[in-house]
């Protein structure tokens, strides 16, 4: 497959959200976070720089806007806080939100990209392939999320990144990768990889529980729900079910009802129609106190 | 490979020395050529060594004290990442970030890997048979209570191994300091309670009141507390659990409470017995007590609306059971005990005693439990060295030259001290002041058993164990150094000990009936303990002791304002850097606070209306004086404190400890005031007072927080509802 072939019949390897002759079977990988449960710690992140070879940029490069944090936790504050007629302290804590790639399922990102080398998997990932990228940095320019990173320097030479020993450390499973080429969350395909093939070994398709990406593993509260989408037995799925929240859609039932529907499942910038894989559930406070 | 100039012969070699870095595990920092004559091929590769395919092996992280029990991925000899146990009653297979920097500390750059001989600023690394002979040599010429032994909370065989070798010198002098160990809270627990850390029950409350324990970050057992905690939220009968955090600076943990408040600094005891007064449910001695809290002056002195205090008390009486939590907040101040008792007095006013908080398990060996102590330890050492009584000073697991309060001038002190000797990781601050320095193997490479101060259902005893060989030559587990020189003195006793390991098994072995291995064989039962990582035990449960009482209880009314010192500063216990021992730990540098989001540096939080008082802006470097000192840092605009406080982070501004950490940030416990609370003894931590002035210089703030300042700007990003828009009964 030819890069001039690639983009001369674009269309046709661009896969949007599931249609009836490119269905998702059988994996749809997706996820669920309970913002009422996230507690903003930051174990996500860290265990994401462990498991996906993440680079330790250093205090200036980091102010530059370099930090390679895949997993981020993003904190905001109530809208009137510090406001004319709001208040001066945050009364009802902050609101902590883990952000990473939303793996679209039309992800504007996979279209601007010259080189095709973000595109779509059969399973709904959003993959990035290292090797075909060419450093546009337009796929991270056009992400709504702005969860893509750009290697600006060739951290594995680049001193005190991975020093002697602590190299020792890199995941062989993962590409280190090198200067000039854009990264983002996989949400750990090296795990997914490694899941199908046991499962195929197996003769079966991967059981929900099988795999779990790093960030649902050590999270505390178990805010993290990750798994197959089009499989009914899963957890993703009973969540994303009962949140009546729908993949292929850019309005949910939430939305729509009049007067509130009791339901907190939401994707964030539903408007732009990127059709996230992530559902969030809306953080809760008590109405009484 | 042919650019390299590579031959056939070449290229076997390099295959065959794969395979003997898996035979020997994880020598990969040496070249090929080194160590040929071992190479193994594949064929005899050790059971359940297969190239590509990990390992797991269970141990215990060693990041902080609570005892989390890991799972660590082994890869052709390397440890690669840590996950939890899920066997672990504690953290049942989560961890925190700190604990994933674990591996981190293992193949930190930084560590020391040879015995040093320190002259000056100069190191002479020497043999370990020298050291242990010059350890040897000193301690000949002193007698028993002319020798001292400081460490952190060391539990388990370790702690065992340490008392024989004190008594083997005749020395009483262990002192066990913890900078950050609730010490005010144990001895306020055990009057109220009868035991010093009972077990809090958060998953059963319906309501949590937490005069600032930051039990989701860096309290007691944050992992497991985090796991209630999701419970509690997802609540008893579809009725979500409310968190009410009341603090002067917001934690990670009041970032997540239903409603958020801010107490003026110190009064957290008097709004307790406001809200005793409030409840009106208590009678005799403690309604006599809470008879002038009332309303009106609770809120002049606390700060806090008179409303609100009816709400809360309004709440609590309608869910019940609730659970009343004193953490360091409350604590850190004069008097601190007598506001850890107003508090946990209202845990039982409130009858949540029994309900909410359980009697603790024990472990049936009571000398592996482990040995607590705070700066009242510190400072009886601290006197002894000023008064030049010890002429050989241990050092293990605690770094007092860098949070030693600089009031007490540790540093001073401990030069009189004669010969001083710093078991190390790092060449941190401590080990640059001592005269001869021994590494230690790190966490993930030594042997050990460790028992959790805080305990869930039954008792359990962690084993730690190695997940791969040794990285570096000369460095030694401590438990192998302590087991040498308790042989120099007691030879005959513990000769049958080839080294830690033959001890620890030997140990275990001779407690097998007790551990839990009745009937076993020798080989099975060793071997399925370590498979585990974990001796679960029935434990014997304890019994909460203690009555309701308000006697003795006074609090202090709210001192008047200092017009020197004007404010009041909270040193900031984060969740990944704490006492700062693991600063050199770059994902730790790089993990922003969840609050400021900022990486990399230290920060004064300052309230935005103060600061506009002040004339400060974010970025300006501004300088807290305290009587005792002052530091410079970075300020911070922070509507999470209230304005008659400052807050700088704890764990920042090494001088030493290694590249990720030396340089960055500055040092809050340097500048902390010799203030003690009053009937423990122990530091108060919060007391210190302080003046901000700016310095002129202003810097970019390295942060994740963007322009917004955390606002939304009307976009629904983080989506926030009350529990009346919900019905959570209905979730999957």
């Given at each position: ?289 | ?195 010093e850390m009972p077990r809090y029950n958060i998953n059963k409350a319906k309501v ?130 007598q506001n850890a008792a107003a508090i946990n007095l209202l845990n039982q006013v ?253 920060w004064v939080e300052i309230h935005p209306k103060k600061a506009a008082e002040l ?118």
């Open positions: 497959m030819s890069v001039s072939n690639l983009l001369e019949n674009w269309a046709q390897f661009r896969h949007f959200h599931p249609i009836d002759d490119k269905p998702h079977d059988p994996y749809k990988w997706a996820m669920s976070i309970d913002l009422d449960a996230c507690t903003g710690c930051n174990a996500c992140s860290v265990a994401c720089y462990a498991e996906n070879n993440l680079p330790v940029v250093g205090k200036e490069k980091y102010q530059h806007g370099h930090g390679m944090h895949w997993m981020r936790i993003e904190r905001y504050w109530d809208e009137g806080l510090g406001v004319a007629g709001g208040s001066d302290f945050p009364d009802h804590g902050a609101q902590f939100l883990p952000m990473m790639c939303q793996q679209c399922e039309a992800a504007p990102c996979e279209t601007v990209c010259p080189a095709a080398a973000t595109n779509h998997t059969a399973d709904g990932l959003n993959s990035q392939i290292y090797n075909r990228c060419v450093g546009s940095r337009y796929c991270s320019a056009n992400c709504p999320f702005k969860v893509r990173y750009f290697n600006w320097y060739d951290y594995p030479t680049t001193d005190n990144v991975w020093p002697a020993e602590m190299n020792q450390q890199l995941n062989p499973d993962v590409t280190v990768r090198s200067k000039g080429v854009m990264e983002k969350c996989t949400f750990c395909v090296q795990r997914l990889h490694a899941a199908k093939g046991t499962a195929k070994n197996e003769g079966r398709l991967v059981h929900d529980g099988d795999v779990q990406t790093a960030c649902q593993q050590v999270c505390p509260t178990g805010a993290i729900t990750f798994g197959n989408l089009v499989d009914h037995e899963s957890k993703v799925h009973k969540q994303w079910q009962s949140q009546q929240v729908e993949l292929d859609k850019d309005a949910q039932v939430k939305d729509q009802k009049e007067g509130g529907s009791g339901l907190r499942g939401y994707r964030i910038f539903e408007e732009l129609r990127p059709y996230p894989s992530v559902m969030y559930l809306e953080r809760v406070r008590e109405s009484a106190i | 490979m042919i650019d390299s100039g590579l031959d056939r012969r070449d290229f076997l070699k390099v295959l065959g020395w794969g395979g003997a870095a898996v035979a020997l595990s994880g020598c990969g920092n040496t070249s090929v050529e080194d160590g040929k004559e071992t190479v193994v091929s594949y064929v005899e590769a050790a059971d359940y060594v297969i190239p590509g395919i990990g390992v797991y092996y269970n141990s215990t992280c060693a990041q902080c004290d609570a005892g989390c029990s890991i799972n660590g991925r082994v890869r052709e000899g390397r440890v690669l990442k840590l996950e939890g146990n899920p066997a672990s009653a504690i953290n049942r297979g989560r961890t925190c970030g700190l604990g994933q920097a674990g591996v981190q500390h293992h193949y930190n750059p930084d560590r020391v890997r040879e015995p040093l001989l320190r002259h000056g600023d100069k190191n002479e690394v020497i043999t370990w048979d020298k050291a242990y002979a010059l350890i040897a040599e000193k301690l000949s010429g002193a007698k028993g209570d002319e020798v001292a032994f400081l460490s952190g909370g060391v539990s388990g065989h370790l702690k065992v191994l340490l008392g024989n070798y004190l008594d083997s010198i005749g020395s009483k002098n262990h002192f066990v300091y913890e900078a950050l160990a609730p010490a005010v809270v144990r001895a306020a627990n055990k009057k109220a309670y009868g035991v949590v009141l937490s005069f600032g324990a930051d039990f989701l970050g860096a309290w007691v057992s944050p992992v497991h507390f985090s796991q209630q905690y999701a419970q509690f939220r997802k609540g008893v009968d579809g009725q979500r659990g409310v968190l009410i955090q009341v603090e002067s600076k917001m934690t990670l943990t009041g970032a997540n409470a239903d409603r958020w408040i801010p107490v003026r600094p110190g009064t957290e005891g008097i709004l307790a017995l406001g809200i005793i007064n409030a409840l009106g449910t208590a009678s005799g001695d403690i309604a006599a007590a809470v008879k002038g809290y009332d309303r009106a002056r609770v809120s002049k002195e606390t700060g806090v609306p008179p409303g609100q205090i009816d709400k809360i008390a309004a709440l609590l009486k309608l869910r019940s059971p609730s659970l009343v939590l004193a953490g360091s907040a409350a604590e850190g101040y004069a008097h601190g005990s409130l009858g949540n005693v029994g309900k909410t908080v359980e009697a603790s398990t024990s472990v049936p060996f009571p000398q592996m439990a482990p040995a607590k102590g705070n700066t009242v330890a510190l400072k009886s050492l601290n006197d002894g060295l000023a008064a030049g009584k010890y002429k050989v000073l241990f050092c293990y697991a605690a770094n007092p030259v860098f949070t030693a309060p600089g009031a007490m001038k540790f540093k001073d002190h401990l030069a009189k001290a004669g010969f001083k000797v710093a078991f190390a990781h790092y060449l941190d601050e401590t080990a640059l002041q001592a005269d001869l320095v021994l590494p230690l193997d790190s966490a993930l490479e030594d042997w050990g058993t460790q028992v959790p101060e805080y305990m869930t259902e039954g008792a359990q005893i962690n084993i730690q164990q190695p997940l791969m060989e040794k990285l570096h030559a000369n460095t030694r587990g401590m438990g192998d150094i302590l087991l040498a020189l308790v042989k120099q003195r007691r030879a005959e006793e513990y000769k049958s000990f080839d080294d830690y390991y033959a001890y620890l098994r030997g140990a275990m072995l001779l407690n097998k009936n007790a551990l839990g291995g009745s009937g076993a064989d020798d080989d099975t039962f060793w071997n399925e303990t370590l498979t585990k990582g974990i001796v679960k035990l029935a434990g014997s449960a304890g019994t909460l002791s203690g009555k309701a009482s308000a006697a003795g209880l006074t609090l202090p009314v709210p001192s008047a304002a200092d017009v020197q010192y004007p404010l009041q500063l909270i040193p900031g216990v984060t969740a990944s850097l704490r006492d700062g021992r693991h600063a050199n730990q770059p994902w730790l540098q790089e993990s922003p606070d969840p609050l400021t989001t900022i990486v990399w540096d230290s004339h400060i802006t974010e970025g300006d470097i501004v300088e807290v004086t305290s009587r005792s000192g002052s530091i410079r840092a970075q300020a911070y605009l922070f509507p999470g404190i209230h304005p008659d406080a400052i807050s700088v982070p704890l764990g920042r501004g090494h001088e030493a400890l290694g590249r990720y950490a030396k340089g960055y940030g500055a040092n809050p416990f340097q500048i902390l005031d010799a203030v003690f609370d009053q009937e423990t003894g122990e530091l108060a931590m919060h007391e210190t007072r302080v003046k901000v002035s700016k310095t002129g210089q202003r810097v970019v703030v390295v942060k994740d927080e963007g322009a917004a300042g955390g606002k939304q700007m009307g976009r629904k990003i983080a989506v926030l509802v009350t529990t009346d828009e919900v019905d959570l009964s209905k979730e999957a």
